[in-house]
């Protein structure tokens, strides 16, 4: 299972965070601790056969399989996973993306842990929620100290560390560069889509080659307007609904405005440019993917897909993402590619989240500990073939509208879901294995369920709300006109946090 006789690791059991009552090691400890102890017998083993274990350090976590290889770190925006091939789409979106799969190991089921960009990859780097981190409104930036990013601990590892993001809402004055080398923002087109594979391309060259690489790709697409280039546009379309959608944003708040049915005309033709765009995507992330097939190391690139959050189309009765904590704008794909180190083909059944991407890669590469406790969880053991992921409880919240306005919460505990809604609205529960679209709320037939998830809601809540210290930012002007041609001057019926900006 691992690469290469010629590297030792020094295999240690991952310490859990002094305090963090949630982590899954303390509410069940011994199936996961039982996978661990087998594995780490393994890597021991390894270990062993050339033991060195002077580079080590006490932060370190795990055996470190991957260290030295490079890590590319793809988020393709809004991207609902249940639309991947590889989880049984019925539609040819992403050919790659299900090779993808095929060669590493792909989560049946993740989720988010916000519904909206800035907040949620501030939780993918960091490993905490929202409400850990406090990054709520689109005018705050990460905290400037107390929490570690993947880039910082990629970056002390001696890693080079790139970071190329296509929405401007993760851009310049977020703190998101902080421990990249170069960050830079580039267009949401199809010509800043060419300019982002070229500067990919450029990467590889040989002259930088001396160092390992993280590199992190935010694409745009498939965020909305749903607008991709030929001949992904016409991809899905059939023809027959007589629709006259183009995928703009004006539409889908029409959609809203005028309540249409999933099935409607429109709807339906938005989903097939939504698929297009999707389709696009997975074609840049196979050029990505493929600049790097010609660098001359050893070993290819670890390659990890994922999206900060999914998309919806009319369930619920909304089209996009920030409103809700409902399954279509919290599902994600998690897909890990690591020829070598991880068996081709695995298929991870359970919940994983985007929280347990960074703690992951942490032990998978063997990076400093970070300076936070972290609410996500290595899923090494899983991926490495030992069983199904430990149902655990996950807070999951949606943007928050406005300071003082509250978000949509849920817990999420393997396939069961309990819903907070706002504005005084009853809460829900959805068994999401056996109603995925969330059509059926159980709440009446499992009322002590429902009561032990609203106390474990509330639990986290606590532990967590307004330990994060969030600087406020100001937003120049031509990122406001790109976070208003993104979608963000409101549709969560508060008019948005852009008015509020714009008005000061």
């Known amino acids: 299972m691992l690469n290469g006789a010629s590297r030792a690791f020094c295999w240690r059991a991952p310490m859990e965070p002094a305090g963090q009552t949630f982590g899954i090691l303390l509410r069940r400890p011994t199936l996961r601790v039982v996978k661990r102890v087998l594995l780490g017998l393994s890597l021991v083993v390894a270990a062993l ?3 060195d274990c002077s580079g080590r350090t006490e932060g370190d976590l795990g055996a470190a399989p991957l260290r030295g290889r490079d890590m590319i770190l793809v988020v393709a925006d809004s991207f609902d996973g249940s639309h991947l091939g590889a989880a049984g789409y019925g539609r040819e979106t992403t050919p790659f993306l299900d090779e993808l799969a095929a060669s590493g190991a792909f989560l049946e089921r993740a989720i988010s842990q916000t519904s909206w960009t800035l907040s949620s990859v501030v939780s993918l780097l960091t490993g905490v929620e929202q409400e850990a981190h406090g990054v709520m409104q689109i005018d705050e930036s990460l905290p400037q100290s107390g929490l570690s990013t993947l880039g910082e601990l990629f970056q002390r590892r001696g890693y080079r560390t790139v970071g190329l993001v296509q929405n401007a809402v ?18 949401f087109t199809a010509d800043g889509a060419e300019r982002l594979i070229r500067e990919v391309r450029a990467l590889t060259d040989a002259a930088e080659r001396e160092r390992p690489l993280f590199l992190y790709i935010h694409l745009g697409p498939p965020h909305m307007p749903y607008q991709p280039p030929e001949p992904f546009r016409s991809r899905f379309s059939k023809g027959a609904s007589g629709s006259q959608v183009e995928g703009s944003i004006r539409e889908t708040t029409d959609m809203m405005v005028e309540e249409l049915a999933p099935s409607h005309p429109d709807v339906i033709r938005l989903l097939e440019l939504y698929d297009g765009h999707i389709a696009y995507a997975d074609s840049l992330i196979r050029r990505s993917v493929q600049a790097f097939e010609s660098t001359g ?43 070598g180190v991880i068996e081709a083909g695995r298929r991870v059944p359970g919940t994983g989240s985007l929280l347990d991407v960074a703690p992951t890669l942490v032990e998978l590469f063997g990076l400093p500990r970070p300076g936070q406790p972290m609410a996500g969880a290595s899923l090494v053991p899983e991926l490495m073939g030992g069983g199904p992921i430990e149902d655990r409880p996950l807070l999951i919240s949606s943007r928050y509208p406005r300071p003082g306005r509250e978000a949509q919460l849920a817990l999420v505990e393997g396939p069961w879901k309990f819903v907070v809604r706002r504005r005084g609205q009853s809460a829900q529960l959805f068994h999401t294995a056996e109603d995925p679209d969330e059509l059926v709320d159980v709440l009446g037939l499992h009322p002590e369920r429902g009561a032990r998830m ?19 930012r100001e937003l120049p ?13 409101g549709q969560d019926g508060d008019g948005g946090q852009l008015g509020s900006l714009k008005g000061r």
């Not at 609203?454 to 600087?471: F, I, P």
């Not at 002007?477 to 001057?489: C, K, N, S, W």
């Open 454 to 472: 609203e106390a474990l809601l509330e639990e986290r809540r606590a532990e967590v709300r307004g330990s994060g210290a969030a600087a406020r």
């Open 49 to 51: 056969l050339v033991p």
């Open 170 to 187: 993760i851009a310049e004055g977020t703190g998101l560069d902080r421990g990249f080398d170069r960050y830079e923002a580039i267009p």
């Open 297 to 339: 190391r050893s070993d290819p690139p670890v390659i990890l897909v994922t999206s900060d959050h999914g998309e919806a189309f009319m369930q619920h009765g909304a089209v996009g993402h920030n409103l809700f904590c409902y399954e279509p704008m919290i599902r994600i794909p998690w897909i890990l590619s690591a020829p």
């Open 477 to 489: 002007e031509h990122v406001l006109r790109e976070l208003d041609a993104l979608g963000y001057g």
